[in-house]
Nanobody, 119 residues
Framework: VQLQASGGGLVQAGGSLRLSCAAS????????VGWFRQAPGKEREFVARLSWSGGRTYYADSVKGRFTISRDNAKNTVYLQMNSLKAEDTAVYYC?????????????WGQGTLVTVSS
């Protein structure tokens, strides 16, 4: 599966962005999907994940209540709606997919999309 992330950009603190991750080559229907991010000078960290059925979600404490992950299996696309953005959300965001429902070590990654939140 090839993953293509998009939707990043520059936004003011308090604003919103929606990231998309489009898959090609194979359906994402049978995989857990998620988003990770890497801020400058920091390690990549988990943001959110979604089960293959779309019924179970899990979020990092830092984004809980502000971010929403969703999927459209018909479009083979995963989304991350980000609201109430903060300067500390600035990072390159990566989508990922794997057979592991916990996405502990994802084997499929998108190329990343940069989100910059100005304070």
């Amino acid at each position: 599966v090839q993953l293509q992330a998009s939707g990043g950009g520059l936004v003011q603190a308090g604003g919103s962005l929606r990231l998309s991750c489009a898959a090609s080559g194979r359906t994402l229907r049978n995989y857990a999907v998620g988003w990770f991010r890497q801020a400058p000078g920091k390690e990549r960290e988990f943001v959110a994940r979604l089960s293959w059925s779309g019924g179970r979600t899990y979020y990092a404490d830092s984004v809980k209540g502000r971010f929403t992950i969703s999927r459209d299996n018909a479009k083979n696309t995963v989304y991350l709606q980000m609201n109430s953005l903060k300067a500390e959300d600035t990072a390159v965001y990566y989508c990922a997919a794997d057979n592991d429902p916990l996405l502990r070590v994802p084997h499929m990654w998108g190329q990343g999309t940069l989100v910059t939140v100005s304070s």
